[in-house]
């Protein structure tokens, strides 16, 4: 599965001991839209995003998610949390990251200047 991103939507600067937490923080910030995935899991996440468009906008709001609270919703079925959850796993994320865990909190500062830019 490949995946399509905006450029510099949320650059982060590089070095060689947090390369790959760049690439994830990196990640964190899409946008769902940006995502190459099926019609179906996309109309589901549109559905989940319009109960509170603050919760699931970013990638770094879906891996918060729990997925059993996505199942929860009734607007998700089992195959589209299955793609979501394999590409995640693809981008080296995966749902139920703690809003203490080191990437989230980076994600969430970023997201605030993302907000505020119209990203």
Same mark, same amino acid.
């Given at each position: 599965?490949?995946?399509?991103?905006?450029?510099?939507?949320?650059?982060?600067?590089?070095?060689?001991?947090?390369?790959?937490? @760049? $690439?994830?923080? =990196?990640?964190?910030?899409?946008?769902?839209? !940006?995502?190459?995935?099926?019609? %179906? #899991?996309?109309?589901?996440?549109?559905?989940?995003?319009?109960?509170?468009? @603050? $919760?699931?906008? =970013?990638?770094?709001?879906?891996?918060?998610? !729990?997925?059993?609270?996505?199942? %929860? #919703?009734?607007?998700?079925?089992?195959?589209?949390?299955?793609?979501?959850?394999?590409?995640?796993?693809?981008?080296?994320?995966?749902?139920?990251?703690?809003?203490?865990?080191?990437?989230?909190?980076?994600?969430?500062?970023?997201?605030?200047?993302?907000?505020?830019?119209?990203?």
């Amino acid at each position: 599965m490949s995946t399509k991103i905006k450029a510099g939507a949320c650059a982060v600067p590089s070095s060689a001991d947090h390369q790959i937490d @760049d $690439k994830r923080l =990196y990640r964190l910030c899409w946008r769902i839209e !940006e995502l190459e995935i099926s019609v %179906r #899991t996309y109309g589901y996440l549109l559905k989940i995003r319009d109960m509170d468009p @603050d $919760k699931l906008t =970013y990638i770094g709001d879906l891996v918060q998610w !729990e997925e059993r609270d996505l199942l %929860r #919703t009734k607007k998700i079925g089992r195959s589209s949390l299955r793609e979501i959850r394999e590409l995640l796993e693809e981008l080296g994320l995966a749902f139920g990251m703690k809003p203490d865990h080191e990437l989230v909190v980076l994600f969430n500062e970023k997201r605030k200047s993302l907000q505020k830019r119209g990203d």
